[in-house]
């Protein structure tokens, strides 16, 4: 096995059942994803375009790739045929451009809605408030190839172990309260996203059940 695969390997044998693995492939060369499948991985994770257009048209079809990180409304158009999630939707008009290409193409597509609950020094997704006030106005369910699929978030960039982990316990809260309020009847919205290298154990204790990992697989990135 190459580093890589043992890396992956080893990750996996410690994840409860239930708890799937999302490989952060961004920044690493498409031969790093293919010795990931190579072991049966099939969830990739990709935060550019270009290099997520790039490394689907090299490897095999039944991959599913996934949007992380911030997506601009012009991306959108490249990034729906490609991928099977976006976990990282933090406007209405994201969500609507989603709709509108996901449309053009007939394709569902599921989304996860980013929540904001770090401290300051982050400023992506919906703050609690926000996104309430999104699911109770009620539009979103105008968007028939929107599949709502759950929760994702990022803690707090610090070491503070009980900073984080209040970070996933409020985004935890907030899911269970999402579900009952309006997605009770849903079987799809059942993702809580949570947990990277440094803190996916914590994570998984707080509710996670897509943990997100790149550095712990694929080695530090080289920007
Ligand atoms: C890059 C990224 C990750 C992976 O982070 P690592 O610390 O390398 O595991 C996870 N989630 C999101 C949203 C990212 O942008």
């Known amino acids: ?30 031969t790093a994803v293919q010795e990931g499948y190579d072991i049966g991985q099939r969830l990739f994770g990709e935060s550019r375009e270009q290099e997520l257009s790039q490394k689907a048209r090299l490897l095999p079809e039944d991959i599913q790739w996934q949007f992380i990180g911030h997506l601009q409304t012009n991306k959108v158009r490249n990034v729906v045929p490609v991928v099977s999630r976006i976990l990282s939707v933090d406007s209405w008009r994201l969500l609507a451009e989603i709709e509108k290409q996901a449309a053009r193409i007939d394709k569902e597509i599921g989304v996860l809605l980013e929540l904001h609950v770090a401290d300051e020094s982050s400023k992506s997704g919906f703050t609690p408030a926000e996104c309430l006030q999104l699911l109770e106005d009620g539009l979103w369910q105008t968007l028939p190839h929107i599949r709502f699929e759950g929760i994702m978030c990022m803690a707090t960039l610090t070491t503070d172990e009980n900073r984080i982990r209040s970070d996933f316990r409020t985004a935890n809260t907030f899911f269970q309260v999402c579900k009952e309020r309006f997605f009770a009847d849903s079987p799809h919205f059942r993702i809580r996203s949570w947990g990277m290298s440094d803190d996916w154990p914590i994570a998984i204790e707080e509710g996670a059940n897509l943990i997100r990992i790149g550095t712990q697989i694929f080695g530090p990135r080289e920007y």
């Open 1 to 30: 096995m190459t580093p890589i695969q043992e890396a992956l390997c080893h990750i996996k044998q410690q994840l409860p059942q239930g708890v799937e693995l999302l490989a952060v492939s961004k920044f690493h060369p498409s």
